[in-house]
């Protein structure tokens, strides 16, 4: 099923489709998912998504929202049954199966065909089908491609068009990143010639803070952001404790990260969070400087080159002294580029 013809002719007969994203899914995966899913159903096949975790408020407005599984708090036996169940299992903003956790093994196990909407680096080979593509700012502008070239551009109404936007907007910094090319904003404006409505979509996204999440923001940016001059990099270490204290949600840290490539002169910024599974870094840089290869080698993570993310098992103190080891390994880097 290599060539979207024979996809094509896969989806002519009505399918029982599940739909996943990454563990705590952002608006590019989630988006991409019930932009699917819906063009699915449109087309007579049955769709449920499924989230291996909770998300942030700020994306819980997108349309199919409410039909969303999730894995980690709904009954996962259910869950399983639908990808056991299914005929084509979709996997959407993420390449490799270890980040779904427990439901990597369930979709490595399943019979269904195995269908990979993606743009994350260096992914996994276990798609039967592939709409890949690692020069893609979102997996939002791919699902998009995909539903144009199976001919069915007409079927994206205003609700698969918002899902799809917000996708295309958060992962482009609301087009700013060195993502954001002549391509990716036509798509964007495609997206709202069907019916996505821009200053709404953003104005969900960015406008629903809570007075907790700004000020924790004011207390990272006054107390915690560390700047190390020489190695051209910014980077917050947050302790649990702190995380409570400001009474944090699922999402409250996204985006605190790019404060510290907002300053003059830096280069990577790195938030690390003490979360309750295991320690998570979000990894940004500027250039060609690569936080996907730093990520990779040093974080058991990966993504992009200018954007990626990490964890390890360590203590938050541990991984900070880690994260300050390795800082001359790329010293030259930082400063060169
Ligand atoms: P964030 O810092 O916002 O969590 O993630 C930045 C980018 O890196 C996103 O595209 C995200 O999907 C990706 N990413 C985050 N964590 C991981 C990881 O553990 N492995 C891989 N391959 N990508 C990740
Ligand atoms: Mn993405």
């Not at 056991?84 to 779904?100: E, H, K, Q």
Request: with cysteine; hydrophobic share 40%.
């Amino acid at each position: 099923m290599e060539k979207i013809q024979e996809f094509k002719k896969y989806l002519n007969t009505p399918r029982k489709a599940v739909l996943l994203t990454h563990f705590k899914p952002d608006a590019d995966a989630l988006g991409s998912a019930l932009g699917l899913a819906q063009y699915l159903k449109k087309k007579g096949h049955a769709a449920q998504v499924i989230t291996p975790s909770d998300y942030p408020d700020f994306i819980s407005w997108m349309p199919g929202n409410k039909d969303v599984l999730i894995f980690q708090k709904d009954k996962p036996e259910k869950a399983t049954r639908f990808i056991n169940d299914a005929d084509v299992i979709f996997c959407l903003d993420f390449s490799c199966l270890n980040r779904i956790n427990e439901l990597g093994d369930l979709v490595r196990k399943s019979t269904g065909k195995k269908v990979l909407v993606d743009h994350h680096l260096e992914p996994d080979k276990f798609a039967d089908f592939e709409q890949w593509d690692g020069t893609a700012a979102s997996t939002a502008e791919l699902v998009f491609k995909l539903i144009d070239e199976l001919g069915d551009k007409t079927l994206i109404d205003g609700e698969i068009a918002e899902c799809l936007y917000a996708g295309i907007v958060t992962d482009t910094g609301g087009f700013r990143h060195s993502n954001t090319t002549h391509q990716v904003l036509k798509i964007a404006s495609e997206l709202v010639e069907h019916g996505a409505d821009p200053y709404k979509v953003s104005k969900l996204i960015y406008d629903t803070n809570t007075i907790e999440r700004l000020r924790l923001m004011g207390f990272v940016l006054s107390e915690k952001l560390k700047v190390l001059p020489e190695y051209r990099t910014a980077y917050v270490a947050l302790t649990a404790d702190e995380l409570r204290r400001f009474g944090s949600q699922t999402g409250d840290t996204e985006g605190l990260v790019n404060y510290g490539l907002s300053i003059k002169g830096i280069r990577l910024s790195v938030l690390i969070s003490d979360r309750k599974e295991n320690i998570k870094l979000s990894l940004r840089s500027l250039g060609n400087f690569s936080v996907n290869d730093m990520a990779k080698a040093h974080f058991d993570g990966g993504g992009h080159r200018n954007a990626a993310g990490g964890q390890t098992s360590l203590t938050l103190d541990q991984t900070v002294a880690k994260f300050l080891s390795i800082l001359p390994l790329y010293k030259d880097q930082l400063n060169n580029e």
